[in-house]
């Protein structure tokens, strides 16, 4: 039988908080919404706002619970957040005529040409983690997305 080298950590869950994979990513999204919020404060948008209007520049016409699949988010915490965006005069949103209890959400005017002047924030994410390759990033990226999948199974 293996015996763990005598430096490895016992296998009890510790209670420090430097040891802990949700504060890690907690304060790496902490962090990453300051650069975003610097970004976005040019566009006059939130982070969740920009998250829905990216949603909606891939596909315009969608119903709110087709954006709130995409952005694991439900439909509570996604209408009112929809609503400031109606008022901004970014999107409209109307009733679905075959199903009223479906909203459709579609990009105004504004709101499609918005997209031209976001082109710049990808950028200045990526000069923020200056010193990360691309294909760090896209590791990582990859190695969320299955750790979420992982986690959403349990939720």
């Known amino acids: 039988m293996n015996k763990p080298p005598a430096t490895a950590k016992p296998p009890h869950a510790s209670l420090l908080l430097d040891d802990q994979l949700c504060f890690a990513l907690y304060s790496t999204g902490l962090a990453l ?3 975003y919020r610097k970004l976005l404060s ?3 948008l939130t982070y969740p706002q920009y998250l829905a209007m990216m949603v909606l ?13 995409r952005l694991f988010l439900d439909s509570a915490t996604l209408t009112p957040l929809l609503k400031r965006l109606e008022v901004a005069g970014l999107l409209t949103r109307t009733r679905a005529a075959s199903d009223e209890r479906q909203v ?9 040409a918005l997209k031209a002047k976001a082109q ?3 950028t200045g994410v990526s000069c923020a983690v200056e010193g990360c390759s691309l294909e760090q990033l896209t590791l990582l990226k990859t190695q969320l997305e299955t750790l979420r999948t992982r986690l959403m199974r349990d939720a």
Not at 104 to 112: D, Q
Request: hydrophobic share 30%; no cysteine.
């Open 104 to 112: 459709i959400i579609e990009l105004s005017k504004s709101g499609r």
């Open 33 to 35: 919404n300051k650069v």
């Open 120 to 122: 710049s924030v990808p």
């Open 42 to 44: 040019k566009l006059g």
């Open 57 to 69: 520049w891939e596909r315009d016409g969608i119903t709110v619970s087709e954006i709130g699949e």
